[in-house]
């Protein structure tokens, strides 16, 4: 009742209707202060934003408790009049608010205008108020946004105008392809450096197109092309990209502008919107709209912005260069799915439209001081501007192809040459940008992910439903700062490795000076001394030189480094060039001066080869700084996913919109609310959540990862491809004995008088070094490279060292002048104190395409010269006098070989009393050809003792294993039936070229040729056939030329004599029949372990950049480790993403059911699934331990593929079912019929009034269930992962939140259920239909019962139904999905694997 006194008021329903000291308030409440409540609460305006005038008097009488009116009637308006009347004890009749002139009463004060009215439910509709748009607020947003528009606008005419020079030009070249390659010059740079020509002439352009290659000599380096234009500032532009600034702040602002005026934090509530919460949603929603069109906008082109308020000119001409790289994507598998393959399609046209596939920077365009040269610096390289070729790139020096011209460079450069290479290349530093931690952060956020979850989160903060957007975007910022954390500590990382710099002893002008590595340039001589980090890619030219390569290569010991000959022979750095090279980033362990021949002294110094990124250490610092991308069958699976879901939440964005008949306004924040639910912001998370676990669980066993993505490559290998020595075998090789050969006496011999003439044979093996020959034994002494540092500690081949201490000899730390090296022997019989020197005054090193050496020795006591030759047998016999070779030569060194021996053959040539100088000239051939053959000198390679074990808990794990090894071929099928690789008793058919050149296969058991028809039943037949190939790398090649080596690949088990270019070809062979490792000591297999799918490098260093792991356990055990990590990894990845799907499955149920019944859970329900349910669960979903063994079996990878179709779709369907149960069994209740909820007398914008009825709470308990039991159905499957129960996380977490449901459902009333809407209702109801009186607060519900108690009875039936909801889901997915069912089907329906044989 409405009246204009409230004197008018019945009696106990005005002032004395309080208690003293309070009035009756203009709300209808009683109060000892009513001045703080606005007028608008006044319910005598009818809620009118702005009442008429004849209401802005009336005052509320004290309203009285809700009537119950039988046969009721809500179309009858007189008949509630008529209780209410009565109710007031109201005398005649009274008139309806806005009959004005309806009542008008006489009262004893005649001052007292006497009106009342009827008010409340019975006010009329209030008139719907909309903007002027003449209020001050949007005078001023108008004008902002215009004056941005204006802006732009003018900006685009401006600058279409200024480029117009500049599209002439581009039309004129359009028929152009211009590249730059890198600038390379010679040797005579200084002031002619600009004017030495280049690769070709190219005309003037304006897009360029320069090539990040380095020179030809540099081999392993990629070329990368990359396109520039130029561009200039511009004061408009500083206008416009400012306004672009202070635009996007500015829509931040506008939205919390909105935010904060719905919850009236800038006065009453609704506030700007004439106090209408329907047109401040209707406000908000475009407001959203724009921001995110906006933001959307600005995040594609946020590389490009910039120079879009640029002018664009010349490259040549410009201030700026705008670099675009080509991302080109490298796919280690690919899936055969048309879908797949056609949503790759879609995908890569819409990237391509946006131009997403380029890699964009800018780079500010510099002078060299005192030169006209400019240049930028990109991906840590210095491109330099050439005027003749109009384009820019990287210069490179060449010193020369052959060792005789890089001799020419040994003078060292001019301080005025040294400056003017220095201004072309930049300085020897690689500078790399780490940004500060918050703008790291800042820049995190730009991504498009994080864009969409802070929007959304934007309309959680808005409606009502800031505690789930708060923690949600907690959660979403903390993941921000931890992801930016790991990457700016490992870009840190990469930074201290990178930049380093020290003082060394440089020559310049012919004079020594000490200056900073930074200064280096290609050409400088500069001295190596120990303890010194290489500074730059070098080549020595003089020197004993031992580095450590280990933090580069992973090689364990230390190398032996020796000058460049100065001769004709062509310099390569990756091949026989290593042992002459220095790289940077290794560390100097000795270096000492050598007298030479003549008597000069050779100091140890280096000649510049290579400075910053072009180094080999700068190519892996570029790899790890900008990583190509990893394209796996596993994420092109999910990008289908991804859009399969989009396509999910817009269907359940339309049903929102239609189910919901309310308001469009209200009916757009549940859509968003549903669909933004849907594709849950944890996705990518977890997927990489199992990942860093796994990694976590790999350091602990010592093998650590450099790159996450490959740990879930590792649960799908096939084949693992080992290396022999060092690998599968231990480093140290045992010496065995040895076989010399000898001359026998003949008839001929006998009757000719002629010692020379008779038939050579071996004699009989010696295992006892002793009684070895003396010629061996000088050749034991000296044909090696070993060298011996402070401390004892010998350095070089492992085969040489072992057969170096066999001898017992020494190395003299002072080395007799002329001699490279001299040897200390003992004499025989003494005790060591007599001994005589032996100098080696001429070395050939070990090259692998030779598989030998070969030293000079002169021998003091005759001063004789001797040649010994140490080698492979099969290549030291090329080399050997055929009249001094026994016939059984080969069967006699396969003979050793077939029983795990390391054969080596010895050569010697006596060329008597000569002038070492005389011989300084001669080419390997000179020296090496002619020897007599001295015999063999024969190791053991000895297995690891955990090696048989690994190989066989791989082949149980159906993983195929193959021996890659440059050993011999004899060997390695020792070694490999030794292994387990092989059966003992398999056959084995070798495949080799003979002297023509002709292919050809020989049993190696039996020693008999085997025919090409033979070898080709065997690759047609059944893996499981007891036959096994082995090749040499002469056979491989061969096969390979032919085109037919892929027949022959899934066939062979050991691949022998194979350089490191056919180790990376043979990886690469089997990588494309599947997904294959390589395991190796990081020496000559870092290509293999680069290459292959997954490279496992044992190696000491802690992260070793030659492959994404490392172990330094240094077993064959880690290969096992991995597998099982990897492939509990990539299971667990599925599972915390299978978790995460039916999340949003059982979300989107629960929202179309409450679209259906327009209601939902209560607010603290959505706190608890959001928060606690959903994110804790998918945390522990990511602890499941990995499984004990390797599995016969390897996880899916795909992500539609069966098996998690089948656990998605089963467990989907299952929740449907029961949930549409549940519903259907509460509609045969009779205590529901009469309450069934009516969502017309509720505001369904004020969607937290919706939760307080049976239908919700029935949703909610069954959805509640369902949320805890999917985190346990992906919790099952113990192939790969450890049995469900031993999750013990989940498992705890599982029970608690089961209990915690079980008992708000079953128990009686308690504050929990209270908390969650749940079986409670208003106190006053509490206390008067359930005698229960709660000592909490409890809001009043909002239903006409005042609560949603279930009867007993009642609860534990539902409670059945969630239980039994619970127990299906589980058989399920256990009988079906996993186990039995599972296994019949893949009998039945096998997929098509890879068939070899393990």
């Known amino acids: 009742m409405c009246v204009s006194d409230v004197s008018l008021c019945p009696k106990g329903f005005g002032d004395d209707s309080c208690l003293d000291g309070q009035t009756l308030c203009i709300d209808g409440s009683c109060s000892a202060d009513c001045g703080n409540i606005p007028a608008r609460k006044n319910p005598c305006g009818c809620l009118f934003q702005y009442p008429p005038e004849q209401a802005k008097d009336l005052v509320p009488c004290a309203a009285f408790g809700d009537v119950t009116i039988e046969h009721y009637n809500k179309d009858d308006t007189s008949q509630t009049i008529d209780f209410c009347t009565e109710k007031f004890n109201v005398s005649g009749s009274m008139p309806l608010w806005g009959d004005w002139d309806g009542s008008q009463e006489q009262t004893d004060d005649s001052s007292i205008d006497g009106r009342r009215f009827w008010s409340g439910n019975q ?96 081999a392993g380096n990629e070329t990368s092309d990359i396109y520039i234009k130029g561009y200039s500032n511009d004061a408009l532009g500083w206008v416009g990209f400012s306004s672009v600034i202070l635009t996007s702040l500015g829509w931040i602002v506008w939205l919390g502008f909105w935010i904060g005026d719905y919850y009236g934090t800038l006065g009453e509530p609704d506030s700007l919107s004439h106090y209408d919460s329907g047109l401040l949603d209707e406000t908000f929603i475009p407001i959203w709209i724009f921001a995110v069109t906006w933001t959307v906008t600005c995040c594609v082109f946020l590389k490009r912005i910039r120079n879009f308020f640029r ?187 990178a930049e380093h710099s020290e003082v060394c002893t440089i020559l310049r002008d012919g004079q020594w000076q000490e200056l900073s590595t930074i200064d280096l340039v290609p050409g400088d001589i500069f001295r190596i001394v120990a303890g010194m980090h290489v500074p730059c890619d070098a080549i020595v030219l003089g020197g004993n030189i031992v580095v450590d390569e280990s933090s580069l290569t992973g090689e364990p010991l230390p190398i032996r480094k020796f000058p460049i000959r100065e001769d004709d022979g062509v310099y390569d750095k990756s091949g026989a060039g290593k042992i002459n090279t220095l790289f940077a980033g290794t560390s100097i362990s000795q270096s000492q001066e050598v007298t030479t021949s003549d008597g000069s002294i050779s100091e140890p110094t280096g000649l510049c080869l290579h400075t910053g990124t072009q180094t080999d250490k700068g190519q892996l610092v570029q790899q790890i700084l900008f990583p190509q991308p990893i394209s796996f069958i596993f994420d092109e699976q999910l990008r289908l996913v991804f859009g399969i879901l989009i ?107 002629d010692s020379q003439i008779g038939t050579v044979e071996f004699a009989p093996f010696i295992e006892s070094y002793e009684k070895l020959p003396d010629k061996m034994r000088m050749a034991a002494a000296t044909c090696h490279a070993v060298a011996e ?45 007599n001994s005589y020197k032996l100098d080696i005054v001429k070395r050939f090193e070990f090259l692998h395409a030779r598989a030998s050496m070969s030293v000079a020795v002169r021998d003091p006591r005759d001063g004789h010269v001797h040649v010994f030759v140490k080698g492979s047998f099969e290549k030291v016999k090329e080399h050997l006098d055929s009249a001094t070779v026994p016939n059984n030569y080969l069967a006699a060194a396969n003979h050793m070989a077939r029983r795990g021996g390391y054969v080596l053959a010895m050569g010697h040539r006596d060329l008597g009393d000569i002038d070492v100088s005389d011989m300084q000239n001669w080419t390997r051939d000179d020296m090496e050809n002619g020897c007599e053959l001295v015999g063999f000198i024969v190791f053991k390679n000895m297995l690891k003792e955990d090696t048989p074990e690994a190989i066989a808990k791989l082949k149980n794990g159906s993983t195929r294993t193959v021996m890659i090894t440059g050993d011999t071929a004899l060997t390695g099928v020792f070694i490999a039936k030794s ?191 959001d928060a606690f349910i959903n994110t804790i669960m998918s945390i522990c979903v990511a602890y499941s331990g990995p499984a004990k063994k390797l599995s016969k079996h390897r996880p899916t990878a795909r992500i539609l593929g069966p098996q998690i179709m089948t656990t998605a779709g089963g467990t989907v369907a299952i929740n449907f079912i029961f949930l549409s149960s549940a519903f259907a069994w509460l509609y045969k209740k009779s205590w529901f019929r009469c309450n069934e909820f009516d969502s017309s007398s509720t505001d369904i914008a004020k969607w937290w009034l919706l939760a307080d009825n049976y239908e919700a709470s029935v949703l909610a308990f069954v959805c509640l269930f369902q949320f805890v039991n999917n985190a346990m159905v992906v919790n099952f499957g113990y192939y790969f992962r450890r049995r469900w129960y031993r999750n013990y996380a989940l498992v705890f977490l599982w029970a608690v939140y089961v209990a915690i449901i079980s008992i708000v459902l079953l128990a009686k009333t308690n504050w929990l259920g209270c908390r969650f809407r749940l079986n409670c209702g208003s106190k006053d109801v509490l206390a008067s239909e359930f005698s229960i009186h709660p000592s909490f607060y409890i809001e009043d519900y909002n239903n006409l019962t005042g609560h949603n108690i279930i009867p007993t009875d009642s609860r534990y039936q539902l409670w059945g139904i969630c239980i039994g909801n619970m127990c299906a889901t589980v058989l399920w997915q256990l009988v079906v999905a996993l186990y039995p069912v599972h296994s019949w089907a893949r009998k039945m329906r096998p997929l098509r694997r890879l068939k070899v044989k393990l």
């Open 311 to 497: 002018i664009e000119c010349l490259p040549s001409e410009g201030q700026y260069v705008q670099i675009e790289r080509e991302l080109k994507e490298l796919k280690m598998a690919t899936s055969a799915s048309k879908i797949v393959a056609l949503a790759k399609l879609v995908e890569e046209k819409f990237v391509k439209f946006i131009k997403a596939d380029v890699h964009v920077a800018t780079c500010k365009i510099k002078l060299i001081p005192g030169s006209k040269l400019r240049y930028f610096n990109y991906m840590c390289t210095r491109y330099v501007f050439n005027e003749k070729t109009k384009q820019y790139g990287p210069y490179l020096f060449d010193m020369g192809s052959t060792h005789r011209q890089i001799h020419t460079h040994s003078s060292g450069l001019s301080n005025q040459e040294a400056s003017a290479r220095l201004s072309l290349i930049g300085p020897n530093f690689i500078s790399v940008y780490v940004p500060s931690y918050p703008l790291a952060f800042v820049l995190e956020l730009s991504n498009f992910f994080y864009l969409y979850q802070l929007m959304i989160q934007v309309i959680y903060w808005y409606w009502n439903y800031y505690v789930i957007g708060i923690i949600d975007t907690c959660i979403i910022l903390l993941s921000a700062v931890v992801k930016v954390f790991v990457r700016v500590r490992g870009e840190l990382r990469v930074k201290r490795m």
């Open 647 to 753: 396509l999910y939440a817009i269907i359940v964005f339309v049903l929102a919109m239609v189910f919901y008949q309310t308001k469009p306004s209200a009916a757009w924040f549940y859509a968003m609310f549903s669909s933004s639910q849907l594709i849950s912001p944890l996705i990518p998370a977890a997927l990489v959540m199992g990942q860093s676990v796994a990694a976590g669980r790999l350091r602990k066993k010592k093998i650590y990862c450099v790159n996450l993505p490959r740990i879930i490559m590792a649960g799908k290998i096939q084949m693992f491809c080992f290396d022999k020595t060092g690998t599968l075998t231990k480093e140290g090789l045992e010496f065995y004995g040895g076989m010399c050969a000898q001359t026998t006496s003949s008839s001929t011999a006998v009757a000719t008088g």
């Open 789 to 833: 540092v402070e401390g004892g500690l010998m350095i070089g081949n492992p085969v040489d060292i072992e057969m170096f201490r066999t001898t017992g000899c020494e190395i003299s730390k002072t080395p007799m002048p002329g001699a490279l090296d001299t040897i200390i022997v003992p004499d025989e019989g003494s005790t060591g104190h």
């Open 979 to 1169: 292994a387990g690789l092989m059966s003992e008793q398999a056959t084995v058919y070798l495949g080799d070229l003979d002297k023509s050149g002709e292919l050809y296969w020989v049993d190696v058991d039996k020693e008999e040729p085997v025919s090409q028809e033979q070898i080709d039943r065997v690759i047609s037949s059944v893996p499981g056939d007891d036959y096994e190939l082995a090749m040499t790398g002469k056979a491989f090649n061969r096969l390979d030329a032919m085109g037919l080596i892929r027949q022959y690949v899934l066939h062979t088990r050991v691949f022998a004599r194979m350089l490191p270019n056919d180790k990376v070809n043979c990886v690469q062979l089997h990588m494309e029949r599947g997904f294959t490792a390589m395991c190796g000591d990081g020496g000559n297999d870092c290509g293999a372990l680069r290459a292959a799918h997954v490279g496992l490098a044992l190696s000491d260093a802690e992260a070793s950049i030659v492959s994404p792991f490392s172990s330094s356990d240094r077993s064959i055990n880690s290969c096992v480790e991995l597998l099982i990590q990897g492939r509990s990894a990539l299971a667990t990845s599925f599972a915390g993403y299978l978790y995460l799907i039916l999340y949003g499955q059982t979300m989107t149920f629960l929202k179309i059911f409450s679209f259906y019944f327009s209601n939902t859970a209560s607010s603290n329900t959505w706190i608890w699934i």
């Open 123 to 218: 006010c009329p509709t209030a008139p719907k108020y909309r903007y002027t748009y003449t209020e001050p607020l949007w005078i001023g947003v108008f004008s902002c946004v215009g004056a941005e528009a204006f802006i732009l606008l003018l900006w685009i005419v401006y600058k279409f105008l200024r480029e117009m020079p500049v599209r002439r030009l581009r039309r004129r070249d359009a028929g152009f392809t211009t590249t730059a390659p890198a600038n390379v010059h010679g040797a005579s740079t200084g002031d002619d450096s600009e004017k030495t020509s280049l690769s070709k002439d190219m005309p003037d352009e304006k897009k360029g197109k320069a090539s990040s290659s380095a020179s030809d000599s540099d």
